[in-house]
């Protein structure tokens, strides 16, 4: 089983407010990656990393930014929260590897008031 | 990366096999096939991937047919909590980024 942590777990906050979403991963794993999911639709992929000091902006259009400092730390920032922004967050992160198969954290659920 | 297509739904009775069909016909020669299933808003988790031999793990087995058109994840003896969406995804052996989930088969495991 994968090592990877997202907090919280369920934010409810109003607009406006900045946010980070915090994930972690104890695997040692250079690649991460951020998906936004609302309910019963797809993943869209909205950021991702190869490394430390690494990243690039997915397929999903994201007022969010994130930054990778450290290997096992991939945080993700909205600056002003809108309801817009209200779905799920999905971390993961992959070895660089041929297959690279990726292993997801729990989740946080932001709802934007 | 190739599309794929799957049903929208599945029942399966406990205990039976659950056997869930993937159509990937565009899929090219370095492309591997993966399998997720996501429980309930809960994080995606990993089940199985194969490139052209069929593979088996503790959780399932994955049979690639011979022209790698098309694919099956076996669940051998299903259970209520397998219950899920289950996702076929087509992915570049080179290192691509991104995982497109599509909308996935619902399976419905019922006792």
């Known amino acids: 089983e994968a090592d990877i942590y997202q907090t919280p777990r369920y934010l409810v906050i109003g607009t406006g407010k900045k946010i980070t979403l915090e994930c972690s991963q104890t695997?040692?794993?250079?690649?991460m990656y951020w998906y936004q999911q609302d309910p019963g639709m797809e993943l869209h992929l909205i950021h991702y990393?190869?490394?430390?000091?690494?990243?690039e902006k997915g397929d999903l259009s994201s007022e969010s930014t994130v930054s990778r400092i450290r290997t096992e730390h991939f945080p993700l920032t909205l600056e002003s929260a809108r309801p817009s922004h209200t779905s799920q967050y999905l971390c993961?992160?992959?070895?660089?590897?041929?297959?690279?198969?990726?292993?997801f954290g729990p989740g946080t659920r932001l709802t934007v008031l | 990366d190739a599309k794929t297509t799957q049903p929208t739904s599945m029942d399966c009775a406990e205990g039976r096999a659950a056997n869930l069909p993937c159509n990937h016909s565009?899929?090219?020669?370095?492309?591997?096939v993966y399998w997720y299933r996501q429980i309930h808003s809960q994080g995606p988790q990993y089940i199985i991937h194969?490139?052209?031999n069929n593979e088996t793990n503790e959780m399932a087995s994955l049979i690639i047919t011979e022209d790698r058109k098309s694919s099956t994840l076996i669940l051998p003896h299903a259970t209520l909590r397998d219950t899920a969406v289950y996702y076929c995804?087509?992915?570049?052996?080179?290192?691509?980024?991104?995982?497109?989930f599509g909308t996935g088969t619902r399976l419905q495991v019922f006792p």
């Open positions: 993961a992160s992959s070895e660089l590897s041929l297959t690279d198969t990726q292993y």
């Open positions: 695997m040692g794993h250079d690649k």
């Open positions: 990393s190869y490394g430390v000091n690494s990243t």
């Open positions: 565009t899929i090219s020669g370095n492309e591997y």
């Open positions: 194969g490139l052209k």
């Open positions: 995804i087509v992915r570049g052996g080179d290192n691509t980024d991104k995982l497109i």
